[in-house]
Structures are given as structure tokens and as C-alpha cells.
């Protein structure tokens, strides 16, 4: 467990943090708000608890950056090298929680793009990280601290106000009564989310408009609907032929969880947003039944299945929809 730990750091922290610009989606927006805040003199001029209540970042992610450039350094990098940091080892954290194969779940997250995502959205990434804390103080029953991480999270980007459902999904007993009306209420959320925004009074955002004006088929959507479907019920397939107990419900509530956003998300793009939130947990739960199946033979049989799966669907995006993750030649920074 300590070499993969210390060997997936290296490759992670290395290839991720060490690169030029281009190579990910919202990387560059970033560094440009950081750079322009990090050489205005009247920003500066402030403290760290300094919010702009018309800037386009939420406010506990505008002070995190107001202390990488007070008290760390103003290069635009800086944020690229920390928000780095503390997503490789939260990650790798998490995953020691659960299983030895720390590269495994590494692999199969970058081939499913989870880690991409947190890596490139920095504010998501790093809410992301928080919430993986909040997970285990629920485990614990430590309410206040899962709150106030939540609250934490929402600061740093404001989808993390899902995370919440676990706190009502936590008291719900997982049977097929309970699991049947979370689908069937996610596939009338699906059919009429734009409903659901007229109601809220959320017409005016920019992502309804997008939903409602696309005239494309979400393609990478109902791939990741597909997907994560087919490891649901994989994960539901073992727990049944070894009967094994259900001793992580909230691990099943979340992928559960992420079946349902990504099948929202094919028509409204936007809900991927949600479903990021729940997607590190699936690989946990697959990997965890598959390390409790008797045969040897019989679990790497599993593993290799789980693995060219993704690594399928990381081949075919990469070969005919390159598009979706705005990818561009590597380069690493050139610090001179």
C-alpha cells in the first residue's frame, strides 16, 4: 500500500500539476482570475477574507486563493501546484480508507474521467476533497462537523449542496421498495427538469438556457448513464451470487446517486455537475465486493472485466469524441 500510494502521488502530482495551460477544460480560467487578482494593487491591498460579491467564484473559494497569494506566492501557477496537491492526496487518502489496490482505483478513475474533472474544475476538485472528510465524520455520526464541512464545500463551489442527501438517505433503509422510488423519482426529475427549474425560479441561468436551446444528442451522457448503470448492477449481480450483507448503504445510496444525475444529465448537461460528487464512490463499492468474492481466479476475473470496461469507454471517447474533454498536446510548465 505505501509504494502505490507514494508511486500514484508522483504520477498524478507530476503529470497533472507540472503541465502548461492548455492541457485541461477550465484550467486556464483560472490562472487568468488569479493572475489578474494576484498583480491589481487594489486587490492586494486587502486581506485574505476579502469577497467580491460580483465575482463569478463563490466566496470560500476566493479566499482560498487570496491566501495562496498572500501568504505563498501571486504566480498564476501557484493555484495549479496547490489545488494539485490537495486533490492527489485527498484522493489517494480516500482510496487508502477502503482497499490496498490504491493504483486500481486510481487507473480506473482517470479512465472514467472523475479525476480529470476534479484536477481541471479546481473548485469542484477541491469540494470534492472536503466532502470525502464529511463522508466518514457521517459514518461517525458526527453531524455538526459533516455540516459544517458542507457548508465548507458549498462555499468552494455550490453543487456540493447535494451532498446533503445523505443526510436523509443515511435514515432510509436500502431495499427495493426505497430504491424503486429514488429511480422512478429521478426518471420524472429527467423528463421534467426544466420544470423543476421553472418552479425554483431559475430560468435566468445561463445552464437553463443552455439545456433548453441544445438541439444535440448528449451522446457522452447516456454513455455515462450506460456505464455507471452497468456497474450498479454488477456491484447489485456479486452481492447477490455470494450473499453477501449490505454493509455500506451509503456507498450503494451513492451510486445509486450517480445512475440517476447522469440520467438527468442527458437532458440537462449541467447535472453531471451532481453526479462528479458520487462517481469516486462507485469504484469503492465495485472494488470492495470484489476483494470479499472466495476465488482468486474468480476476483481477477471481475477486476479484468471492470477494466476493460473503462478503459474501453476511455478508448472510444479519446478516438471518436476528443472534443468532449478539450484535450491538447502535454507540456509540462516551463519554469524558466
Same mark, same amino acid.
Given at each position: 500500500?505505501?509504494?502505490?500510494?507514494?508511486?500514484?502521488?508522483?504520477?498524478?502530482?507530476?503529470?497533472?500539476?507540472?503541465?502548461?495551460?492548455?492541457?485541461?477544460?477550465?484550467?486556464?480560467?483560472?490562472?487568468?482570475?488569479?493572475?489578474?487578482?494576484?498583480?491589481?494593487?487594489?486587490?492586494?491591498?486587502?486581506?485574505?477574507?476579502?469577497?467580491?460579491?460580483?465575482?463569478?467564484?463563490?466566496?470560500?473559494?476566493?479566499?482560498?486563493?487570496?491566501?495562496?497569494?498572500? %501568504? @505563498?506566492?501571486?504566480?498564476?501557477? !501557484?493555484? /495549479?501546484? $496547490?489545488?494539485?496537491? =490537495?486533490?492527489?492526496?485527498?484522493?489517494? +487518502?480516500?482510496?487508502?480508507?477502503?482497499?490496498?489496490?490504491?493504483?486500481?482505483?486510481?487507473?480506473?478513475?482517470?479512465?472514467?474521467?472523475?479525476?480529470?474533472?476534479?484536477?481541471?474544475?479546481?473548485?469542484?476538485?477541491?469540494?470534492?476533497?472536503?466532502?470525502?472528510?464529511?463522508?466518514?465524520?457521517?459514518?461517525?455520526?458526527?453531524?455538526?462537523?459533516?455540516?459544517?464541512?458542507?457548508?465548507?464545500?458549498?462555499?468552494?463551489?455550490?453543487?456540493?449542496?447535494?451532498?446533503?442527501?445523505?443526510?436523509?438517505?443515511?435514515?432510509?433503509?436500502?431495499?427495493?421498495? %426505497? @430504491?424503486?422510488?429514488?429511480?422512478? !423519482?429521478? /426518471?420524472? $426529475?429527467?423528463?421534467? =427538469?426544466?420544470?423543476?427549474?421553472?418552479? +425554483?425560479?431559475?430560468?435566468?441561468?445561463?445552464?437553463?438556457?443552455?439545456?433548453?436551446?441544445?438541439?444535440?444528442?448528449?451522446?457522452?451522457?447516456?454513455?455515462?448513464?450506460?456505464?455507471?448503470?452497468?456497474?450498479?448492477?454488477?456491484?447489485?449481480?456479486?452481492?447477490?451470487?455470494?450473499?453477501?450483507?449490505?454493509?455500506?448503504?451509503?456507498?450503494?445510496?451513492?451510486?445509486?446517486?450517480?445512475?440517476?444525475?447522469?440520467?438527468?444529465?442527458?437532458?440537462?448537461?449541467?447535472?453531471?455537475?451532481?453526479?462528479?460528487?458520487?462517481?469516486?464512490?462507485?469504484?469503492?463499492?465495485?472494488?470492495?465486493?470484489?476483494?470479499?468474492?472466495?476465488?482468486?481466479?474468480?476476483?481477477?476475473?471481475?477486476?479484468?472485466?471492470?477494466?476493460?470496461?473503462?478503459?474501453?469507454?476511455?478508448?472510444?471517447?479519446?478516438?471518436?469524441?476528443?472534443?468532449?474533454?478539450?484535450?491538447?498536446?502535454?507540456?509540462?510548465?516551463?519554469?524558466?
Amino acid at each position: 500500500m505505501g509504494f502505490e500510494a507514494i508511486y500514484c502521488f508522483f504520477a498524478l502530482f507530476i503529470f497533472f500539476c507540472f503541465r502548461d495551460i492548455t492541457i485541461l477544460n477550465d484550467t486556464h480560467a483560472y490562472f487568468e482570475w488569479f493572475d489578474d487578482l494576484s498583480h491589481s494593487a487594489e486587490h492586494m491591498s486587502h486581506g485574505i477574507w476579502h469577497v467580491n460579491a460580483l465575482d463569478r467564484f463563490e466566496p470560500g473559494f476566493q479566499i482560498y486563493a487570496n491566501m495562496i497569494m498572500h %501568504f @505563498i506566492t501571486r504566480n498564476a501557477y !501557484g493555484i /495549479i501546484f $496547490i489545488s494539485g496537491l =490537495i486533490v492527489t492526496i485527498a484522493n489517494i +487518502l480516500f482510496i487508502r480508507k477502503f482497499t490496498n489496490g490504491i493504483c486500481l482505483v486510481v487507473f480506473l478513475m482517470l479512465c472514467a474521467g472523475v479525476l480529470e474533472s476534479e484536477y481541471s474544475g479546481m473548485r469542484q476538485g477541491i469540494a470534492i476533497c472536503v466532502l470525502y472528510y464529511a463522508y466518514f465524520q457521517l459514518l461517525k455520526h458526527r453531524l455538526f462537523i459533516f455540516i459544517l464541512c458542507g457548508i465548507i464545500a458549498t462555499t468552494l463551489h455550490s453543487s456540493a449542496i447535494v451532498f446533503f442527501l445523505l443526510l436523509i438517505l443515511q435514515k432510509v433503509e436500502l431495499n427495493r421498495k %426505497f @430504491i424503486s422510488i429514488t429511480f422512478i !423519482g429521478g /426518471i420524472i $426529475i429527467a423528463f421534467f =427538469i426544466d420544470k423543476v427549474f421553472e418552479m +425554483l425560479g431559475l430560468t435566468d441561468l445561463v445552464y437553463y438556457e443552455q439545456g433548453m436551446t441544445r438541439d444535440s444528442v448528449a451522446w457522452a451522457a447516456i454513455i455515462n448513464t450506460v456505464i455507471s448503470a452497468i456497474v450498479l448492477w454488477f456491484c447489485y449481480y456479486i452481492q447477490r451470487k455470494y450473499s453477501f450483507k449490505v454493509k455500506e448503504p451509503l456507498l450503494w445510496w451513492m451510486t445509486i446517486l450517480n445512475v440517476i444525475f447522469n440520467m438527468t444529465s442527458i437532458t440537462f448537461p449541467i447535472m453531471t455537475r451532481f453526479s462528479l460528487y458520487f462517481y469516486p464512490f462507485i469504484f469503492i463499492l465495485c472494488i470492495l465486493l470484489i476483494n470479499r468474492v472466495p476465488s482468486g481466479k474468480t476476483r481477477l476475473k471481475y477486476i479484468n472485466l471492470i477494466i476493460i470496461g473503462f478503459l474501453l469507454r476511455f478508448i472510444v471517447i479519446l478516438e471518436y469524441k476528443n472534443d468532449w474533454n478539450v484535450m491538447y498536446p502535454y507540456l509540462f510548465y516551463n519554469f524558466n
